[in-house]
T-cell receptor, first 111, second 113 residues
Framework: AQRVTQPEKLLSVFKGAPVELKCNYS??????LFWYVQYSRQRLQLLLR??SRESIKGFTADLNKGETSFHLKKPFAQEEDSAMYYC?????????????FGQGTTLQVKP | SQTIHQWPATLVQPVGSPLSLECTVE??????LYWYRQAAGRGLQLLFY??????ISSEVPQNLSASRPQDRQFILSSKKLLLSDSGFYLC????????????FGQGTRLTVV
């Protein structure tokens, strides 16, 4: 069965420290992977998608098919990065529209 | 531009009462539509998704049902609410399955008493 796992419920770091939010997935086909972010009192929104290979707000994520991982990284955390982060998996153009999420990780960046 | 409306924002209902949460999308045609439940420690659980009018896929067995009577309207319902139905419900849409960003509504906080 398809699954997304985020092993950490809470990640607490100091400002300026590196950040890595872990995400592992289970899917036998070609996945489409995303990171979504929810800032306090705001709607859940897309942060980045693996197909774009982009850096957003200093965050990057690389798809590792061998390890079935899509970890989110940032070299120097900022206080404004504090939020809930969700890793998400979709199943490509031949899918039936299914989009599933992990359990979420709360990132707390301390001053 | 596209927008998604979800209402009501909060709802308190007695056990055994019916439920109807509505979600509508503007500015796009034939969207994929989703209902999620967000719970602390359990993340975003996909409840239902729909790729077209009248086409509903259920992800988890539960006391809830979903319907899509119109292209851009998605309704979450229950005939008799249980205490365990309490939670935060999110509606979302995406344009193209797999490659497209999903856009979320503001959510509905449902408390069953």
């Amino acid at each position: 069965a398809q699954r997304v796992t985020q092993p950490e419920k809470l990640l607490s770091v100091f400002k300026g420290a590196p950040v890595e939010l872990k995400c592992n997935y289970s899917y036998s086909g070609s996945p489409e992977l995303f990171w979504y972010v929810q800032y306090s009192r705001q709607r859940l929104q897309l942060l980045l998608r693996h197909i774009s290979r982009e850096s957003i707000k200093g965050f990057t994520a690389d798809l590792n098919k061998g390890e079935t991982s899509f970890h989110l990284k940032k070299p120097f955390a900022q206080e404004e990065d504090s939020a809930m982060y969700y890793c998400a998996l979709s199943f490509g153009s031949s899918n039936t529209g299914k989009l599933i999420f992990g359990q979420g990780t709360t990132l707390q960046v301390k001053p | 531009s596209q927008t998604i409306h979800q209402w009501p924002a909060t709802l308190v209902q007695p056990v055994g009462s019916p439920l109807s949460l509505e979600c509508t999308v503007e500015g796009t045609s034939n969207p994929n539509l989703y209902w999620y439940r967000q719970a602390a420690g359990r993340g975003l659980q996909l409840l239902f998704y729909s790729v077209g009018i009248g086409q509903i896929s259920s992800e988890v067995p539960q006391n809830l049902s979903a319907s899509r009577p119109q292209d851009r309207q998605f309704i979450l319902s229950s005939k008799k609410l249980l205490l365990s139905d309490s939670g935060f419900y999110l509606c979302a849409w995406s344009a193209i399955p797999g490659f497209s960003e999903a856009f979320f509504g503001q959510g509905t906080r449902l408390t069953v008493v």
